[in-house]
């Protein structure tokens, strides 16, 4: 819209220089303020709004008619009327106010400060935790590979074994998981040694990773005929921890699952001792978890008598929602020990990061979901172990 078709008067007021101010514009600027701020703040003002709307080098003008007003009776008709107004008004909070904004980045900067406070150190004894759930897409394998870039980035050294042959886990940590990669397929059926599969993170010094191949979609099958089936990984861990290879002892091996009690999931929990639930905060995130806790039992029963659930984790938090919370109360009240404080909340840069081959640790370092994992990964670190302050 070009300024000639802009309504009269407008024009006139952005373009007017101030000689042409008409006049009594500059008195109405003066009242104008008083006006206001006798509205919104009934005498006597608090010092903190004072100081807010009567700057030290507040224009002269103002403060000659607050002069004129308190001082000499020679009140003008707008400002009287404005105060007599003002004992009408009900009293408005003066609590100083913060955006929701100000608030979520000071509550970050302050959870940031804590994070960096002590060092995470390495398990007395390597740690071994199956990251189960046979509800599908609750974030098991966001978990995985997160909470792995978390404490290898905190200086532990961390496997990452991707029994899903979706091998997603192997995707988010950018480790190329084609049908001539040698994988967790080759350990598991062939009886390859685990250190002939392993790749380190690209991005992650101390992360490493067995990746899956599509060759594991079959695996469930042929393991059905092979001897001490539901061990083999269990087996190639504990060989490889007696003699590392190249990637050295590990201090923490995270085992990927997928959604389904199959001989891969069964594997898993028998080379592990501590199971760890990622929980979506959604409606049915309770639904199955019954059914988990069984077969887990079973597994005890039968062939692990080890196991345990030790680590509860709430993912894809929404805390617009009622629901998030509602389900967060529920799994805290019933497994008060195992969730952990930190929740994962939903956000677009974890869902992002995996389509670039990243985790979010390094996607977008800054980020509330980085910052969150970083959080559970301490406090799983600390579980039975002692942080140095
Ligand atoms: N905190 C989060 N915020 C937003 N999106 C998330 C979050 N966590 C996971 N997601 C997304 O949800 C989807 C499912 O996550 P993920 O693949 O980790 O679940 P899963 O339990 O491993 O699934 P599956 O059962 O198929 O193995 C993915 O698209 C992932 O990017
Ligand atoms: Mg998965």
Redesign the pocket.
């Known amino acids: 819209m070009s300024t000639t078709s802009l309504p009269t008067g407008w024009q006139g007021t952005a373009a007017t220089p101030k000689t042409a101010e008409p006049v009594g514009w500059r008195n109405a600027a003066v009242i104008e303020p008083t006006v206001q701020v006798g509205a919104l703040r009934p005498v006597p003002a608090s010092p903190a709004a004072t100081a807010l709307t009567e700057p030290a080098s507040a224009p002269r003008e103002t403060d000659v008619s607050r002069e004129t007003v308190t001082d000499t009776g020679a009140v003008s008709r707008e400002t009287s009327a404005a105060e007599t107004a003002a004992d009408d008004l009900p009293l408005v909070d003066e609590t100083p106010r913060t955006s929701p904004l100000a608030d979520e980045l000071a509550d970050q900067a302050r959870r940031r400060a804590q994070l960096s406070a002590g060092k995470v150190v390495p398990p007395a004894q390597p740690r071994v935790l199956t990251i189960s759930?046979q509800?599908?897409?609750?974030?098991?394998?966001?978990?995985?590979v997160n909470i792995a870039a978390a404490l290898a980035q905190f200086g532990l050294k961390v496997l990452v074994i991707d029994i899903?042959p979706?091998g997603?886990a192997s995707t988010a940590l950018g480790i190329p998981h084609h049908a001539e990669v040698p994988s967790v397929y080759d350990v598991v059926v062939e009886d390859d040694e685990l250190a002939g599969v392993l790749q380190e993170c690209p991005d992650i010094p101390g992360l490493w990773c067995a990746p899956a191949t599509i060759d594991l979609a079959g695996a469930e099958l042929e393991l059905v005929s092979l001897v001490a089936r539901e061990s083999r990984l269990k087996r190639a861990i504990d060989q490889y921890q007696r003699e590392p290879g190249a990637a050295g002892r590990f201090d923490f091996i995270l085992i990927?699952?997928?959604?389904s009690l199959g001989l891969l999931t069964v594997n898993a929990f028998v080379a592990a001792e501590e199971v760890f639930i990622?929980i979506?905060c959604e409606y049915y995130a309770l639904e199955g978890l019954s059914q988990l806790l069984k077969n887990i039992e079973l597994i005890r029963a039968h062939l692990n008598p080890r196991l345990h659930v030790s680590t509860i984790l709430l993912?894809?938090?929404d805390a617009r929602t009622r629901l998030s919370a509602q389900v967060a109360d529920e799994v805290r009240a019933h497994f008060a020990d195992q969730v952990l404080k930190a929740s994962?909340?939903?956000?677009?840069r974890?869902?992002?990061?995996?389509s670039h081959g990243q985790t979010v640790l390094t996607y977008d370092p800054s980020s509330s979901?980085a910052l969150s994992y970083s959080e559970a990964a301490k406090e799983l670190a600390a579980q039975g172990t002692k942080i140095d302050e």
């Open positions: 759930n509800k599908g897409g609750v974030g098991k394998t966001t978990t995985t899903d979706q997603n990927d699952c997928p959604p990622p979506q993912t894809m938090y994962i909340p939903r956000s677009v974890i869902s992002e990061a995996p979901g």
